[in-house]
C-alpha cells in the first residue's frame, strides 16, 4: 500500500506537516480559523521529533499485522481491509491507552474530548483527498506518499 | 563599552490575531532571532540579529510576520543609513567590515540602458516553436588555421604548417580521426566537433579539432566551492548542469567524491590555494580553470575559516581538519603572463591536451590588456567577472568600489581582442550580474559567446539575497556548512528550481533570438547592431560601441 515516507535527510523541522494535517482535520478552510476559530484545534495526526541536526516526522505505519489493533481492548480500533489503512471508530474507544502503549512507533497520541472523556487520534492517510495534507505541504519533498517495498522509511 | 549605539536593521513585526504559535518561525530562523517563551507562552523576536533573510516569512503558514526596515539612523542624502550604520559599527568594533553576495551600491546598471532590436518586413521575425534557433555553443579554443593533424600534437595548433587539402568534413569521416579525443566525452560528438580543418593523409582524410565541450545553453554554473556552499546546494547545481547540457564549476574548493556521477559537465579550477589539486582532479572534469581573480574582490585572496573546515571539507580541499583554508591574492607563482603561460601549460600538460584552459580575471580597469596576455599566454577560454559577481565573504569597501560592471569590461575585452586577431582563438565567458535572458541576449551582443551565473543560480534555490554569507548562518542552508541548516536544500528539488530556470531563459533567449531574425547564437555574438542604448552619454555609448536608440542601422 502506500504510505507516507519521511526522508530524515531532509526534513527541515518546520513542522508545516503538523500544521496542515491540523487544517485537514478542522471543520475549517482557513488556518487562522483551523487553529483559533474553535475552543480546541484539532491536534495533528503526526509529529516531528526532532535531535538536532535531525528531525523526523512520525505517522502511522499503517502495519500489515498492526499491534495497536491486537491490543485495543474495546475493537475500535481495526484495518480496513480494502484501503490497507488502520483506522479507529470514535464510539468504540474508551480511551483506555493501551493502543499508545503497544504501538512500537508511538504514532498514536490521547486526547480529552469536550465531554471530559479521553479518545486517540491517529494519522487516517486524508481519505478525502488523493494525497494527504502533511505530504503536500512539506517544502523540502521530505515526505513521499508511495509504495515501497519497505513499511519504514 | 557602554550602553550600545548600535540600532537593529530590521524590525520583525509579528501579526498576533494571525500567529497560530506554530513555532516554525523559530526553528527556521539560522540567526536565533525568534523564540518562545515558555513561561510567559509569548513569542518574542530578538530584532538586532534579524538580518531579514526572510525564511521565517516565507515558512509561517499564516503569513503572520513582516520584516521592516528599521528607520533608526537620521539619514541625509549625503550620509545614507548604510554609511551610519557601518561607521557606528567600526567605531564600535573596529575591523574590516565583511560582506558577502555581489555589490549592491547605485552604479548605472548598463543593462538597464540598452534596448535589443527586432526586425520588421525586410528580414522577418523567426518564430521559434516553428522554426529551428539554435542555442548550442562549443566552449573551447577555435582553430587557428587548417593543421595537419599528424604534423601536430593532439589540439596544439602549429601556426605556418603548410595546407594540404581543405573541406568540409562529413560527420562520418571525422570519426576516424588520428588524434584522441577526450574519452568518456559523453557531451561531445566527434561528428558535431569536425568543422575544422581537414587533411588529406595516405589517401583519408583526417580532421583535428582543438578539445572543446557542448553547451546546449550559453549559461554556465559559475564557481561556488564546497565550503563556501553546502555541498547540497553543489550538488543541485551539478545535477541541473548534467540534464540542462551544460557545465558547472567546483570552485576552489576541490571536488566532493559525490560529483563523480557529473564529472563530465564540470570545470575544475584552480586557484591560489590549489586546494584538492593533483593530476586526478585536473583529469576529472572536461575543462580547467585557472582562477586568477574575482569580481566581487579583485586582487583580494580568500578565507575559509577553520571552523567551518570540518572533515568533509578538509578531505576534499586536501587539508587538515580545523586549518584556516586561505587563498593568497596572487598566484605565488605566477607574476607575469609568461608565468600564466607555464601554469596553463602545466595544466595543459597534466592532462595531453584534451582539456580547453580557461583563465577567469576580475573585471578591473585594465582588463582588456589582460585578457589579451591570457589570451597569448596559451588561454582557450577568458571568463571575465564583473563588479556585480558574488562571493561567499569579502571585505565590503572591495566589493563595492572596486571593478568594473561587466556590460562595460566585456566590450572593451571583446573589441580588443577582436582588433588584436585574438577574438576567433578565445571563448569568451561574462559573469557578475547577469539576471535574466535578456541580460544573457544583450551580454552576447557586446561580445560573449556565453554567461557564468552564479547569484542567479542561488536565488533560483532560495537565497534572499541577505549579503550575510560570510556568518555561516544561511537560514536557507546555501553558504552554511551547519547539518541543521544544509539539509534545507533537497538537490532533487533544487535541481529541478535549476532546471525550471534556464529551461525558461532558454525559451526567452530563443523568443528574442527569433524576433531579430537571428537562429544561432554565432549570429548574435558582438551584434551591436541589435542593442541601441537610452540614457547613456556619448562616452559610455562610445566604450560599449552601439548607437543611440533613434539611431537607424
Ligand atoms: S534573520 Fe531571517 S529568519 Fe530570522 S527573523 Fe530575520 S528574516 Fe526571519
Ligand atoms: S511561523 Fe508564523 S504562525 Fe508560526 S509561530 Fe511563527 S509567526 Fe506564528
Ligand atoms: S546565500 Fe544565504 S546567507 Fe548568502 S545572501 Fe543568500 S540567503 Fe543570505
Redesign the interface.
Known amino acids: 500500500m502506500k504510505r507516507v515516507h519521511c526522508n530524515l535527510e531532509f526534513c527541515v523541522n518546520c513542522h508545516l506537516c503538523e500544521v496542515y494535517c491540523t487544517l485537514a482535520h478542522s471543520p475549517y478552510n482557513d488556518l487562522v480559523a483551523a487553529f483559533k476559530g474553535g475552543a480546541h484545534p484539532e491536534p495533528a495526526r503526526l509529529f516531528v521529533e526532532e535531535r538536532r541536526p535531525a528531525s523526523f516526522a512520525v505517522q502511522c505505519r499503517h502495519c500489515d499485522d498492526p499491534y495497536c489493533v491486537t491490543s485495543c481492548l474495546t475493537g475500535a480500533l481495526y484495518k480496513e481491509e480494502s484501503s490497507g489503512r488502520v483506522l479507529y471508530l470514535q464510539g468504540k474507544c474508551i480511551g483506555c491507552g493501551t493502543c499508545l502503549v503497544a504501538c512500537p512507533y508511538g504514532a498514536i497520541k490521547r486526547r480529552m474530548k469536550p465531554d471530559g472523556h479521553f479518545t486517540i487520534v491517529k494519522c487516517d492517510l486524508c481519505p478525502d483527498r488523493t494525497r494527504p495534507a502533511c505530504v503536500e505541504a512539506c517544502p523540502n519533498l521530505a515526505l513521499k506518499y508511495e509504495e515501497r517495498e519497505q513499511m519504514n522509511p | 563599552m557602554p550602553r550600545s549605539l548600535m540600532q537593529p536593521e530590521f524590525l520583525v513585526q509579528r501579526d498576533k490575531?494571525?500567529c497560530?504559535?506554530?513555532?516554525?518561525c523559530v526553528?527556521?530562523c539560522g540567526f536565533g532571532v525568534h523564540e518562545y517563551e515558555e513561561a510567559r507562552g509569548v513569542l518574542v523576536s530578538n530584532d538586532s540579529e534579524c538580518v531579514s533573510c526572510r525564511r521565517c516569512v516565507v515558512?509561517c503558514?499564516?503569513g503572520a510576520l513582516q520584516i521592516k526596515k528599521n528607520e533608526a539612523y537620521r539619514e541625509n542624502s549625503y550620509w545614507t543609513e548604510d554609511r551610519l550604520r557601518d561607521l557606528r559599527r567600526q567605531a564600535e568594533f573596529g575591523g574590516t567590515l565583511l560582506t558577502g553576495m555581489g555589490c549592491d551600491r547605485t552604479y548605472p546598471i548598463y543593462f538597464d540602458h540598452i534596448l535589443l532590436n527586432a526586425s520588421q518586413v525586410t528580414n522577418p521575425p523567426i518564430d521559434p516553436l516553428r522554426e529551428p534557433i539554435e542555442t548550442r555553443v562549443y566552449i573551447g579554443r577555435r582553430p587557428e588555421k587548417p593543421v595537419p593533424a599528424s604534423a601536430s600534437g593532439c589540439g596544439i595548433p602549429l601556426t605556418g604548417m603548410p595546407m594540404q587539402v581543405s573541406a568540409e568534413v562529413p560527420a562520418a569521416v571525422s570519426a576516424e580521426m588520428p588524434c584522441e579525443m577526450p574519452k568518456g566525452a559523453a557531451t561531445v560528438e566527434l561528428g558535431e566537433m569536425a568543422k575544422g580543418p581537414t587533411t588529406v593523409e595516405s589517401g583519408e582524410m583526417a580532421t583535428e579539432m582543438p578539445p572543446a565541450v557542448k553547451l546546449e545553453i550559453p549559461v554556465i554554473f559559475s564557481a561556488m566551492s564546497f565550503g563556501s556552499i553546502s555541498k547540497n546546494a553543489i550538488l543541485s547545481i551539478a545535477r541541473a548542469a548534467a540534464s540542462l547540457g551544460t557545465m558547472f564549476n567546483t570552485g576552489e574548493g576541490g571536488m566532493h567524491r559525490d560529483l563523480e556521477p557529473y564529472k563530465d559537465h564540470m570545470i575544475v579550477q584552480v586557484a591560489s590555494g590549489r586546494f584538492g589539486v593533483d593530476p586526478s582532479y585536473l583529469n576529472a572534469g572536461r575543462i580547467i580553470e585557472i582562477k586568477i581573480g574575482q569580481g566581487a574582490k579583485p586582487g583580494i585572496g580568500g578565507h575559509l575559516p577553520g571552523e567551518k573546515v570540518g572533515e568533509e571539507i578538509a578531505l576534499t580541499r586536501g587539508i587538515p581538519r580545523g586549518s584556516d583554508a586561505i587563498s593568497p591574492a596572487p598566484h605565488h607563482d605566477i607574476y607575469s603572463i609568461e608565468d600564466l603561460r607555464q601554469l596553463i601549460y602545466t595544466a595543459k600538460e597534466a592532462t595531453e591536451y584534451r582539456k580547453p584552459v580557461s583563465v577567469k580575471i576580475a573585471a578591473v580597469h585594465n582588463v582588456a590588456a589582460i585578457a589579451s596576455g591570457a589570451a597569448r599566454a596559451g588561454a582557450d577560454i577568458i571568463a571575465v567577472d564583473g563588479l556585480r559577481g558574488g562571493t561567499g565573504a569579502a571585505p565590503k569597501m572591495i566589493r563595492d568600489n572596486v571593478g568594473l560592471p561587466i556590460e562595460l569590461a566585456i566590450s572593451a575585452v571583446d573589441r580588443r581582442l577582436r582588433r588584436e586577431g585574438l577574438r576567433e582563438k578565445v571563448f569568451l565567458i561574462a559573469g557578475g550580474g547577469i539576471r535574466c535572458s535578456a541580460d544573457l541576449a544583450k551580454i552576447i551582443c557586446l561580445g560573449a559567446d556565453a554567461a557564468y551565473i552564479g547569484t542567479a543560480a542561488l536565488l533560483a534555490l532560495g537565497c534572499h539575497l541577505c549579503h550575510k554569507c560570510y556568518t555561516g548562518n544561511c537560514s536557507w542552508?546555501i553558504a552554511t556548512q551547519?547539518?541543521?541548516l544544509t539539509?534545507?536544500i533537497?538537490p532533487?528539488?533544487g535541481s529541478q528550481r535549476l532546471i525550471n530556470l534556464l529551461t525558461a531563459w532558454s525559451h526567452e533567449l530563443k523568443e528574442i533570438m527569433g524576433a531579430m531574425g537571428i537562429n544561432a547564437i554565432e549570429s548574435l555574438r558582438g551584434n551591436r547592431l541589435q542593442l541601441r542604448g537610452v540614457g547613456l552619454p556619448e562616452n559610455e555609448l562610445r566604450e560599449l560601441e552601439i548607437k543611440q536608440a533613434g539611431e537607424a542601422m
Do not use: A, D, S, V
Open positions: 490575531e494571525r497560530i504559535e506554530c513555532k516554525t526553528r527556521q515558512f503558514p499564516t542552508g551547519n547539518p541543521y539539509r534545507r533537497n532533487e528539488l
